[in-house]
């Protein structure tokens, strides 16, 4: 079975970093698109970076130049560093994988839990 675990959210002041992970078991995602994806309160979710297999990468606007997406492809792990983190950021952080080299934020069709990241002003 296939599992996709989130680690590594909690809570920071505005200004602050994390960083995300995303551990894959079941499944060699090494060669596919990836992607984080977050949920604020009241808000629908929204893709916010991904990655394809060549390791070229999409960002949303609300956090280009500020977070990062990579992957370990050896421990089959996804990671997201957040830099200068705002309160708007709070939200659950969820990391998707696809079936596609390459691909786009709605071709996902397996998901973490979620993991809560909280920004305190």
């Known amino acids: 079975q296939v599992q996709l675990v989130e680690s590594g959210g909690c809570s920071v002041q505005a200004g602050g970093s994390l960083r995300l992970s995303c551990a894959v078991y079941g499944y060699d995602y090494s060669n596919y698109c990836m992607a984080w994806f977050r949920q604020a309160p009241g808000k629908e979710r929204e893709g916010i970076a991904l990655?394809?297999?060549?390791?070229?990468?999409r960002y949303a606007a609300s956090v280009k130049g500020r977070f990062t997406i990579s992957r370990d492809t050896v421990k089959n792990t996804l990671f997201l560093q957040m830099n200068t983190l705002k309160p708007e950021d709070t939200a659950t952080y969820y990391c998707?994988?696809?079936?596609?080299?390459?691909?786009?934020?709605?071709?996902?069709?397996?998901w973490g839990k979620g993991i809560l990241v909280t920004i305190s002003s």
């Open positions: 998707a994988g696809s079936g596609r080299e390459f691909c786009g934020y709605s071709d996902m069709h397996t």
């Open positions: 990655i394809n297999h060549d390791g070229s990468t």
